[in-house]
């Protein structure tokens, strides 16, 4: 058969007419030529499982709830105690049953107590806490209360910085008395008692109206930490010993100073 302009032409009119019909009847056809062949996953890919996290990835740097760790927000409360007089009750009576448990025999003067350093430790230097200067008692502590002593002070450092307060040292009053010393504090002090707790060496008195100054206040105004707040932080520590079971405690009024004697 002979192929001829007219038959060409023909033919060729006829093609573009069923290829018209076809892009009318079926236009997403249409579309098909101009995509490559890896093109038609791409719309669907937010259907895909991963998919609906990709979104909040950018949001995640300027989270709001996550507050440096040097913020004032992260510092923990300061709560203290209800009552100081119901949280430490402990008379001079219960005390001294655990005294006479725990301690030594009663020392009759400063020259006795001399021959029992193996039987206490001192307690004159420490990071934690300043002994002040002693009168009426000796820098001497049996190792059960000297330990006590140690972990009341670090404890109460530990809670002055997760607090933000500015670290102060814990002011020991009173520690070991002998005889002859429970004798002429009674002459000045109608508190102090004949069968003091304090002649064992389990017994010390930690002042709660007066510290130690270790760290320099900031900011801008740099005011001093205010002693209440201080005894507020205190209180906190010795109440958590207490209820530990590891001493008993006496808030004295009078005497401006927590009592205590180690279990």
């Known amino acids: 058969m002979r192929l001829t302009k ?11 007419m069923m290829l018209a019909c076809v892009r009318w009847l079926f236009p997403q056809v249409a579309a098909s030529p101009a ?13 895909s499982p991963s998919a609906p996290s990709l979104p909040s990835l950018p949001s995640l740097p300027s989270s709001p709830s996550a507050p440096s760790p040097a913020s004032p927000a992260s510092h923990h409360p300061i709560r203290s105690v209800y009552s100081y007089a119901q949280s430490f009750p402990d008379t001079n009576s219960v005390q001294l049953l655990a005294a006479e448990k725990w301690g030594v025999q009663p020392v009759k003067n400063r020259e006795d107590a001399e021959t029992r350093k193996r039987e206490l430790v001192y307690i004159d230097a420490s990071p934690y806490y300043h002994v002040d200067p002693l009168y009426s008692s000796i820098p001497y502590l049996v190792p059960r209360a000297a330990v006590l002593l140690h972990d009341i002070g670090q404890a109460f450092f530990d809670s002055l910085h997760v607090k933000g ?32 707790c304090h002649l064992y060496g389990t017994t010390f008195d930690i002042c709660y109206n007066r510290y130690k100054t270790v760290e320099a206040p900031e900011g801008p105004a740099r005011r001093m930490v205010r002693n209440d707040t ?11 010993m207490r209820e530990q079971r590891r001493c008993y405690i006496k808030y004295e009024v009078k005497q401006g100073c927590f009592h205590m004697t180690v279990r």
């Open 6 to 16: 007219k038959t060409y032409l023909q033919g060729f009119i006829g093609v573009v």
């Open 35 to 47: 995509s490559s062949p890896s093109t038609p996953s791409l719309p669907s890919a937010p259907s």
């Open 165 to 196: 307060v500015p670290l102060h040292q814990l002011i020991v009053t009173s520690v070991l008395r002998s005889e002859e010393d429970v004798v002429k504090l009674r002459r000045r002090n109608g508190n102090a008692t004949e069968k003091s």
């Open 230 to 240: 201080l005894k507020w932080v205190l209180a906190e520590v010795l109440r958590d």
